[in-house]
């Protein structure tokens, strides 16, 4: 697995904003959007692409675009689906899935309990997103679940890590190929499984259940 913690003064002043505790949760869907834009923008720096010959109005030339099978975007619901907006910004013409996972209270499995995405993903780059990676365990899943079903391969993009959830995931999926893009790695994981300083409960925080 490879992290890829994204150093950039925008990406840092974003994440402190959305660090805090008084932004409300209109500004905070707002930054992660924005975040997520600049993670996507370094997570697709080596997407598959093919030569074109286009027209300009001056001339013909060759020029670039996205490779078939298009790349395919995957939120984890609920909290992921408030960085798909970013995401599909930055490739408008990449297909969109979706991926609804849980933790059973009793047995402490992860379930999946909805998906729409295509039944072979053979050939396909798939990028997953997630706000906050803590435990490791929904997103271990979601990547095995992925790969099960053909696809070549993952990507992760997470606002904030824990040393933790980083550690399960490169003990948990063996020589699967991962990357990971943060905004930010943060200090540990506390007794309830927060990541600290983290910025609290980020689906809460975008959909307004923490104001």
């Not at 013409?93 to 849980?102: I, P, R």
């Not at 993952?154 to 933790?164: D, G, I, K």
């Amino acid at each position: 697995m490879r992290v890829h913690v994204v150093d950039h003064p925008l990406v840092a002043h974003k994440l402190t904003v959305l660090r805090k505790r008084e932004t409300p949760s209109m500004i905070f869907r707002q930054l992660t959007e924005e975040l997520v834009m600049l993670l996507g923008y370094e997570a697709t720096r080596d997407v598959a692409v093919e030569p074109v010959t286009i027209e300009t109005p001056v001339t013909t030339t060759t020029g670039t675009r996205l490779a078939r099978p298009r790349p395919l975007v995957v939120p984890i619901l609920r909290a992921g689906l408030g960085m798909l907006e970013g995401m599909v910004k930055m490739a408008p013409s990449a297909e969109v899935g979706f991926l609804g996972m849980a933790r059973n209270e009793e047995t402490l499995d992860i379930v999946t309990y909805a998906e729409r995405l295509p039944a072979d993903l053979t050939g396909r780059h798939v990028f997953l997103l997630d706000p906050m990676l803590a435990t490791g365990g929904t997103l271990v899943e979601a990547i095995r679940f992925l790969y099960e079903r053909g696809a070549a391969r993952v990507t992760c993009l997470c606002l904030l890590a824990a040393p933790e959830g980083i550690a399960r995931l490169e003990e948990s999926l063996g020589d699967m190929e991962v990357d990971l893009y943060l905004a930010a790695l943060d200090e540990r994981l506390n007794e309830r499984s927060y990541i600290v300083p983290g910025l609290g409960d980020a689906g809460d925080r975008l959909y307004g259940l923490a104001e």
